[in-house]
């Protein structure tokens, strides 16, 4: 595996671990929804904008889509809130189950039977979730009705983060789960994330279960074993591996911390 396609995955993993993060609280809220859905992210390495893309030569246009990388995603929701988040990239998936009851957060993966647990072990607070999806549009924004997706009916909104403008449809039906976005740089270049499957039904049981014969890991002996660097990197993209490591490391400690403090 080359270093671009190592710092593409990681900046795709640690992303989404980080929006699942941000929010995880408000999908506790989801409480009475079940859902299962099926994503596909396309994006470009490096990006291009629709303009240069336009003015590229056939051939450089097929060089260029032969470097698009394409990210599978499955999210999915029982009734009680527990929720699995499957993402499948380059053959390698890696899966974080919420286990809302218990109040932890299980990584696993399908390559070996290693996971990393974190959570504190106290339930998340529920709250009814509204059907104009309020907890997921800021207040300042203006929310509007869209055309179906898939055949649910979304809402629509509008944001502008910086250099980036983003277009997001929400499902109200599907716990307000976002089914289609639009990510367009000041340059014309585009992230791509749209359904390709929806429906009303919690994920299979077996998506919440740990492998068999699991092993725990530290998150930074988790990802290492998946995701070794190759020789020949730079010192810098080394160190930023490695602070992230600890700084999961750390986060990992003071769960188990929490944890055993809880059970005494």
């Known amino acids: 595996m080359t270093l671009k396609r190592i710092t593409v995955l990681f900046a795709i993993v640690f992303a989404a671990l980080l929006f699942s993060a941000v929010v995880a609280k408000v999908r506790a809220q989801h409480v009475t929804v079940s859902y299962s859905i099926k994503i596909r992210e396309v994006y470009y390495v490096p990006p291009v904008s629709v303009e240069t893309f336009a003015q590229m030569s056939p051939e450089k246009q097929k060089l260029q889509l032969a470097n698009a990388s394409v990210r599978e995603r499955f999210e999915g929701q029982r009734s009680n809130g527990d929720h699995v988040t499957a993402v499948t990239f380059e053959g390698l998936t890696t899966t974080t189950i919420k286990l809302h009851q218990s109040g932890l957060v299980l990584l696993v993966n399908n390559k070996n039977s290693d996971i990393s647990t974190s959570g504190t072990g106290v339930p998340t607070l529920i709250m009814p979730v509204t059907p104009e999806c309020k907890a997921f549009v800021p207040s300042n924004l203006v929310a509007d009705s869209a055309d179906t997706i898939l055949g649910f009916k979304t809402i629509h909104v509008h944001m502008v983060f910086g250099n980036m403008t983003t277009e997001s449809w929400y499902a109200p039906a599907l716990g307000c789960q976002e089914v289609k976005r639009i990510a367009t740089r000041f340059d014309g270049a585009q992230t791509t994330f749209e359904a390709v499957e929806a429906s009303i039904?919690?994920?299979?049981?077996?998506?919440?279960?740990?492998?068999?014969?699991?092993?725990?890991?530290?998150?930074?002996?988790?990802?290492?074993?998946?995701?070794?660097?190759?020789?020949?990197?730079?010192?810098?993209?080394?160190?930023?591996?490695?602070?992230?490591?600890?700084?999961?490391?750390a986060r990992y400690e003071r769960d188990r911390a929490a944890r055993k403090q809880g059970q005494q």
């Open 201 to 249: 039904n919690p994920p299979p049981d077996e998506m919440f279960e740990p492998p068999a014969n699991a092993v725990e890991r530290k998150p930074s002996e988790f990802w290492r074993a998946l995701t070794p660097l190759p020789s020949g990197h730079s010192n810098e993209a080394h160190d930023a591996v490695n602070q992230n490591y600890l700084n999961q490391d």
